[in-house]
């Protein structure tokens, strides 16, 4: 017999903090940073965006998603991964167990066919508790809403897993040209803006030469970055530096800034 449950949404938990709660006002803030993004003819199998407030990091992210609009109708599925800021995570990787995520914009469909793909790797865990206020995933969707047509998510809180481990779960979904990954990732946290601006730079430089030696203290997403790497090392990808820059550059103080990077990964 089917099972026909209810349908379970994830709420939003930051809309009205880091991005307008209001549907209107969002769009006509994602239309501003994406018509004021610089172009970059590339076309990524996978992009690291930062996740703060779209006043601080809004601008950084549209250059990376500024990249998808040829491939808008393509895109069909995004592995969205980024690192849990509210609940640990012991067991590896966590799903929401929820069917959909909710934004101002609308709902996003949660990919069962690649959950059903991963469900039996030992890393992976269902935790709803540690997608309830997590915002790294949540500020990237009305991006995602904003430039594709239509697209589901797999939506991952990576905890305490190896570079392997993530890498592994990346290449279970890797797919062809509908399937875009999705890193959610800050660089380094309340430096002075001159010190975060040469650590930042460091940490970019190890990226873009692919060494999976990135710390959480360079970079909160460092775990699903590394794994990425790894991935990106099997598939022959090549990185690209889209935007660097730091909350001193966009709407902060300069005393303590948190940096922002926005790279694409393509083929070679």
Not at 8 to 15: D, E, G, I, M
């Amino acid at each position: 017999m089917m099972n026909l449950h209810a349908p379970t949404f994830r709420k939003p938990a930051v809309a009205g903090l880091f991005y307008p709660s209001d549907a209107v006002q969002l769009s006509n803030d994602l239309k501003r940073l994406m018509a004021d993004a610089h172009s970059h003819k590339l076309s990524p199998k996978a992009l690291i965006v930062p996740h703060a407030g779209y006043i601080y990091s809004g601008a950084i992210a549209a250059t990376a998603y500024a990249t998808l609009i040829a491939r808008r109708e393509i895109i069909r599925r995004v592995i969205l991964l980024g690192p849990a800021h509210c609940v640990a995570i012991r067991g590896g990787l966590a799903l929401p167990g929820a069917d959909y995520f909710d934004t101002p914009l609308g709902a996003v469909a949660v990919d069962e066919a690649a959950i059903q793909s991963i469900a039996d790797l030992p890393q992976i865990t269902i935790s709803p508790e540690a997608h309830a206020l997590e915002h790294a995933l949540e500020v990237q969707l009305p991006f995602l809403q904003h430039v594709l047509v239509d697209f589901s998510v797999l939506p991952l809180v990576v905890g305490t897993a190896s570079a392997q481990e993530v890498a592994e779960v990346l290449d279970t979904v890797w797919g062809g040209d509908e399937t875009l990954i999705v890193i959610s990732s800050d660089l380094s946290h309340y430096l002075p803006y001159a010190v975060a601006r040469q650590t930042d730079h460091v940490t970019v430089q190890s990226i873009l030469r692919l060494e999976q030696s990135v710390a959480h203290d360079q970079a909160c997403g460092g775990t699903p970055i590394n794994g990425l790497i790894v991935a990106a090392q099997r598939h022959h990808l090549k990185p690209f530096l889209l935007d660097l820059r730091n909350s001193g550059d966009t709407a902060g103080s300069r005393d303590r800034v948190v940096g922002y990077a926005a790279i694409a990964f393509c083929k070679s």
